[in-house]
């Protein structure tokens, strides 16, 4: 007998997508794939306590708010994605070994441990498929449309990774195709003041990363991923600062 699927979302929840400036018309498709830290119920926090799922380890801080005010100032779509990574990572391929982590940093997730195939089709299906078919549904429209098109991921990463302090106050990354990448390292080395990673603290591969191979890679749209400090856009005002910086140097990288 066929069981039915199991439901993680109540109807009550957040969806796992939001999306503004539906209608924008900038070339700009700025996506936030860490936004949120919302923990469904039904998973009862994963076994954690608040103050963790309240950490960097949950998700990318500030870059929610950051993605909007630069998409309300360009006048640029903005999709972000809702839900704690720890219940899945939109950035990574679902069945990889970093995609529904059992341990993340040095915090263990009770709740991630020994899941079944079911529990782990639920989460593929009800938040990382919904948010990954809305970037490429948009993707494809604009690709009807001939619209100039440019994939901006914008990340957030935390000052100190297993008590080693990391320099840079942004970093821009992107793999096979630098030609949006090249340009804002240029533009930001420029900021006084700034310690601008070229591929740091991280940099995207087809292992370690999804939505810049998938959506931005293989559709040959350029695109680049943007990593800011945490502790820079941890209030409003970082938050604006930081916006407000881009959205004047991005419209220099693709024109």
Avoid at 69 to 83: C, E, H, K, S, W
Avoid at 102 to 111: A, I, N, Y
Avoid at 196 to 208: A, C, K, L, M, W
């Amino acid at each position: 007998m066929d069981h039915a699927p199991i439901t993680l979302i109540a109807p009550d929840e957040p969806q796992p997508v939001t999306v503004t400036n539906h209608d924008g018309r900038s070339p700009f498709v700025i996506v936030t794939d860490h936004a949120g830290k919302y923990l469904p119920r039904a998973l009862q926090m994963l076994g954690l306590d608040r103050a963790e799922c309240d950490r960097h380890i949950a998700w990318d801080i500030g870059a929610g708010a950051v993605s909007s005010m630069i998409g309300d100032t360009l006048d640029a779509i903005v999709i972000r994605q809702n839900y704690s990574r720890l219940v899945i990572d939109c950035n990574r391929t679902p069945g990889s070994e970093t995609s529904i982590v059992e341990l993340s940093e040095l915090t263990k997730v009770p709740g991630n441990i020994g899941l079944s195939d079911d529990l782990i089709g639920a989460r593929v299906r009800e938040i990382f498929r919904p948010y990954h078919d809305r970037i490429a549904h948009e993707l494809d429209q604009r690709l009807q449309a001939s619209r100039p098109t440019a994939l901006i991921a914008v990340h957030s990463f935390t000052p100190v990774f297993k008590d080693a302090a990391r320099p840079w106050h942004v970093g821009v990354l992107y793999n096979r195709d630098s030609r949006l990448a090249v340009k804002l390292i240029d533009l930001l080395r420029r900021e006084p003041g700034l310690v601008v990673g070229d591929n740091e603290p991280y940099s995207v591969s087809d292992e370690s990363d999804y939505t810049i191979p998938v959506h931005g890679e293989r559709r040959d749209l350029p695109h680049v991923a943007i990593e800011i400090r945490q502790d820079l856009i941890a209030n409003e005002a970082g938050q604006q600062k930081w916006a407000a910086l881009l959205a004047r140097l991005l419209p220099h990288t693709y024109q």
